[in-house]
């Protein structure tokens, strides 16, 4: 079974820096893509910045303030936010899109971290 496991997420006024990171475990055979969504009181779930194939993609709303990056070894994925506004405000969820140790493909979601932006 693969678990992710997310972490820094907190409040921080506006214009101010988080990073969040998220780890994934278990008998892992290949990571396809992992990254971050985010979802808002009322709204749908988002797309903030996933690592597809070694290749970044942010969503527009984020583009030049956040940063993603991966640490294979570690199994690892680092969103770096800066800039931070009000309507960063949400829950920030880890995804991954991981081959387990019996070749299966399946998307797996972390718990979510709670992101306040006060402004």
């Known amino acids: 079974q693969v678990h992710l496991a997310e972490s820094g997420g907190g409040l921080v006024q506006a214009g101010g820096s988080l990073r969040l990171s998220c780890t994934a475990s278990?008998?892992?055979?290949?990571?396809?893509?992992m990254g971050w969504y985010r979802q808002a009181p009322g709204k749908q779930r988002d797309m903030v910045a996933v690592?597809?194939?070694?290749?970044?993609n942010y969503g527009d709303s984020v583009k030049g303030r956040f940063t993603i990056s991966k640490d294979n070894a570690k199994s690892t994925v680092y969103l770096q936010m800066n800039s931070l506004k009000a309507e960063d405000t949400a829950v920030y969820y880890c995804?991954?899109?991981?081959?387990?140790?019996?070749?299966?493909?399946?998307?797996?979601w972390g718990q979510g971290t709670q992101v306040t932006v006060s402004s």
């Open positions: 995804y991954g899109d991981i081959v387990d140790f019996r070749a299966r493909v399946n998307e797996y």
């Open positions: 690592i597809d194939d070694g290749l970044p």
């Open positions: 278990g008998i892992i055979n290949r990571i396809n893509a």
